[in-house]
């Protein structure tokens, strides 16, 4: 009997996550697309959108009333190391489902 497995796609812009997703779908395997899922969180009206706003303040939902991106120094890998920071208290342990 095959034991189903996870597996996690990681790397930096154009280093080929989406077509390594793709081969592995095209295999028969679920994907998970993360990205797609944060997008939808964060977009207007997004399940995130009233947390984001109560713990970063209204300056981070931009007028159409969704995440705004360009307020977040550290979006994307192309940021240099020095620009992205660690993750802040609220965001270890159980709020972040790690349990630690």
Do not use: N, W
Request: include cysteine; aromatic fraction near 4%; charge should be negative.
């Amino acid at each position: 009997m095959r034991l189903p497995f996870c597996i996690g796609l990681t790397g930096g812009v154009g280093s080929g996550k989406t077509s390594a997703a793709r081969i592995f779908q095209e295999l028969g395997a679920a994907v998970v697309d993360t990205d797609e899922i944060a997008h939808d969180l964060t977009r207007p009206g997004g399940a995130a959108v009233a947390a984001i706003r109560s713990e970063f303040g209204a300056d981070y939902v931009a007028a159409d009333g969704g995440l705004d991106r360009a307020k977040i120094p550290h979006s994307g890998d192309h940021a240099s190391p020095p620009a992205r920071s660690p993750p802040s208290d609220h965001c270890r342990g159980a709020k972040c489902g790690t349990g630690a």
